[in-house]
């Protein structure tokens, strides 16, 4: 099956740590993104990348790393620095960067810190 | 940056029509717009996509004005299952927001 994985559903880690959330896909889409969910709220983007070893910061990218080094791999790394880490992360791709293409949503994380 | 509006909640009745309006004046030439479905705590879902005129697929339909700086998704005969969240998409890439979106309460 094609699509789009996230690992793991569930994360609960204490403050002060930094936590790696996982993203893959299978689908050979050039273009991936991070997103952020608060309850209630639509969704924030982080990240995003179109192309291999290349990403660029979206509209809250304060306390967020992210790599890709592999056209199928964008994993996200919330840092210490992250004030409020706890939300609903949602990773999706999509063939390209332009509007003309849908993007694919993995099934998300919900990190938890305490 | 194309911003979204859209209003924040509607109700409806199972069978009946439901159209849903996102303003974005600020759409770019080559902007596309795009809408999404989400359920509670899933990935958002494609539904639609337009440019211009009118576009309709198998769950819904998509009109655009002349003007592009709204845009209407009208779901037909709604049941239960279409509880949700629909948000409208404008931009390209990491340049797009998805704002708050419409909280679609369907009841029996």
């Known amino acids: 099956d094609g699509g789009i994985t996230q690992s793991p559903k569930y994360l609960f880690r204490k403050e002060g740590q930094n936590v790696t959330l996982s993203c893959e896909q299978n689908l050979n889409h050039d273009a991936m993104y991070w997103y952020r969910q608060d309850p209630g709220q639509g969704l924030r983007l982080i990240y995003y990348s179109q192309i291999v070893n290349d990403f660029q910061k979206g509209d809250i990218a304060e306390g967020y790393s992210v790599s890709r080094e592999k056209k199928e791999s964008f994993p996200l790394t919330v840092t210490s620095a992250q004030k409020n880490p706890t939300a609903f992360y949602l990773c999706?791709?999509?063939?390209?960067?332009?509007?003309?293409?849908?993007?694919?949503f993995g099934p998300g994380t919900r990190l938890t810190v305490t | 940056l194309a911003k979204t509006t859209q209003p924040i909640s509607m109700d409806s009745y199972e069978g009946q029509e439901v159209n849903i309006t996102c303003s974005h004046n600020?759409?770019?030439?080559?902007?596309?717009i795009t809408w999404y479905q989400q359920f509670p705590s899933q990935g958002p879902r494609f539904i639609i996509q337009?440019?211009?005129t009118k576009v309709t697929n198998e769950v819904a339909s998509l009109f655009i004005p002349a003007d592009r700086k709204s845009s209407t998704l009208s779901l037909p005969r709604v049941s239960l299952s279409d509880t949700a969240v629909y948000y409208c998409l404008v931009g390209e890439g990491g340049k797009s927001t998805f704002g708050d979106g419409t909280t679609l309460t369907v009841k029996p």
């Open positions: 999706a791709s999509s063939p390209g960067g332009r509007s003309l293409y849908e993007q694919y």
């Open positions: 337009g440019y211009k």
């Open positions: 600020n759409i770019a030439t080559n902007d596309y």
